[in-house]
């Protein structure tokens, strides 16, 4: 089977460019879509087709991410729900009363943004898109756990983690039924402030909707099998389709200047409260950065940035649009773009680097940004491939997750810790 190969004859050899109904819109090709259209990026993807159940199935495969609003009339909640998260934006005892406060006075300003990519984040449609195809690709290399089920929990949009849980019950996973679920998270670098965050909320609602049963009585009482993939920032996939990515990018560069084409990873920052609080992500997207760049042979200078600071309070730097402004200002001006930390398009790439950062350097002709990964078929291998060396392991997560950062009060970032860690007795069973 091919998923036998050495991984990077197996990356390489499916790395062929993908179609352009893979490939993303534009901004300027969505502006043009009508209001109907622009619903569908909020549509589900048509069901993976499920094959006979087998001696471990069927298996949930549950994608983790921040999620994004559809539509316009959504980024009101998802901006509520986004600053009221003192995981992600730590405000102190003011977390409810500033976060809603700070919601309210950035909506109509992030309404026009949504508005000017086409009236919603598609990252929806690509989360359903990316999780369907990979169960069809796991239900052929992993029949014993078929059939595999999708589904979507957002953090701070729709489909929610809670309405995503109901819907596993509905169903027929838990409910005395019992059943496995894997939680797969999106950000491939873990940060206490994203994969933290969704796994906090993922144990909050098992614990609501499931009971407050612990690990030993897991496989006694029917309720659902939790494993997690928790993180994943050099996985050969990842690593090589983010290179191919920018392999394509240079050659858009006539080949005299492509040597000297400056690489910018760009990645969301963290305020420095989380950093200095002992977060492991800056090391994990630096390892992530530093895997493409071999795989790339160092054939070109490169430097990590970050982006999508938001507030007053200091943040990691350096600022994605400053170091731009700052290499343009020095005469390099042939800079690419490489959104290292996400794997599908929205707000962050659409609008901030692609109008902002891009619009306003004053050469978009050799200022750009390398294509998303999105629908791209070597990603979504890499994503069946993950799954199914997990599937096989028999471990509920890694190694690192059982540990806190050193600076760690969350007494709930202690308790979500322990239950998934607790699983391993009940998936043994």
């Known amino acids: 089977m091919a998923f036998r190969l050495?991984?990077?004859?197996?990356?390489?050899?499916?790395?062929?460019?993908?179609?352009?109904?893979?490939?993303?819109?534009?901004?300027?090709?969505?502006?043009?879509?009508?209001?109907?259209?622009?619903?569908?990026?909020?549509?589900?993807s048509p069901p993976a087709t499920q094959g006979s159940i087998g001696s471990k199935g069927p298996t949930a495969m549950v994608f983790l991410n921040m999620g994004g609003p559809s539509t316009v009339d959504e980024v009101g909640d998802f901006l509520g729900r986004l600053f009221a998260d003192g995981d992600l934006i730590p405000l102190g005892r003011l977390q409810s009363y500033l976060g809603a406060f700070i919601a309210?006075?950035?909506?109509?300003?992030?309404?026009?943004?949504?508005?000017?990519i086409g009236g919603g984040s598609p990252i929806r449609k690509w989360s359903e898109h990316q999780c369907a195809e990979m169960c069809k690709l796991l239900d052929q290399l992993s029949p014993e756990t078929a059939p595999h089920k999708p589904y979507v929990a957002f953090r701070y949009a729709n489909p929610?983690?809670?309405?995503?849980?109901?819907?596993?019950?509905?169903d027929g996973f838990g409910n005395g039924k019992g059943g496995?679920?894997?939680?797969?998270?999106?950000?491939?670098?873990?940060?206490?402030?994203?994969?933290?965050?969704?796994?906090?909320?993922?144990?909050?609602?098992?614990q609501r909707l499931e009971g407050k049963t612990g690990a030993l009585a897991g496989g006694k009482d029917g309720t659902i099998k939790w494993s997690v993939i928790d993180r994943w920032p050099a996985h050969p996939g990842l690593v090589?389709?983010?290179?191919?990515?920018?392999?394509?990018?240079?050659?858009?560069?006539?080949?005299?200047?492509?040597?000297?084409?400056?690489?910018?990873?760009?990645?969301?920052?963290?305020?420095?409260?989380?950093?200095?609080?002992?977060?492991?992500y800056p090391a994990e997207v630096a390892a992530t950065v530093y895997a493409v760049m071999q795989r790339l042979n160092f054939a070109n200078q490169y430097r990590l940035c970050w982006q999508s600071q938001v507030g007053p309070q200091p943040w990691l730097g350096p600022q994605t649009s400053t170091s731009v402004e700052e290499y343009v200002?020095?005469?390099?001006?042939?800079?690419?773009?490489?959104?290292?930390?996400?794997?599908?398009?929205h707000i962050e790439t659409l609008y901030e680097l692609d109008e902002e950062v891009i619009g306003d350097s004053g050469h978009p002709e050799t200022v750009k940004r390398v294509e998303s990964l999105n629908g791209n078929p070597i990603f979504i291998q890499a994503l069946a491939d993950l799954a199914k060396s997990h599937l096989d392991s028999g471990t509920v997560c890694s190694q690192q997750m059982g540990l806190r950062?050193?600076?760690?009060?969350?007494?709930?970032?202690?308790?979500?810790?322990?239950?998934?860690?607790?699983?391993?007795?009940?998936?043994?069973r």
């Open 329 to 345: 200002a020095k005469g390099q001006k042939d800079l690419v773009l490489i959104p290292i930390a996400f794997t599908s398009d």
């Open 6 to 44: 050495p991984a990077s004859h197996l990356y390489r050899a499916a790395a062929t460019p993908a179609s352009s109904a893979t490939r993303p819109l534009t901004s300027l090709q969505l502006s043009k879509q009508t209001a109907q259209q622009l619903r569908w990026l909020a549509t589900p």
């Open 160 to 170: 929610l983690t809670e309405d995503m849980y109901k819907q596993l019950l509905a």
């Open 405 to 428: 950062c050193p600076g760690c009060k969350s007494q709930r970032c202690a308790e979500s810790k322990k239950f998934f860690a607790g699983q391993q007795l009940s998936l043994e």
């Open 240 to 280: 090589e389709v983010f290179a191919k990515n920018i392999e394509e990018k240079l050659a858009e560069y006539p080949e005299e200047r492509r040597k000297d084409v400056v690489l910018l990873f760009s990645a969301h920052s963290l305020p420095m409260t989380v950093v200095n609080r002992g977060d492991p």
């Open 180 to 206: 496995r679920a894997v939680a797969f998270t999106q950000y491939p670098q873990y940060s206490c402030s994203t994969t933290g965050s969704s796994l906090n909320e993922l144990w909050k609602w098992r």
């Open 104 to 116: 309210k006075r950035r909506t109509p300003k992030i309404q026009k943004q949504y508005a000017a």
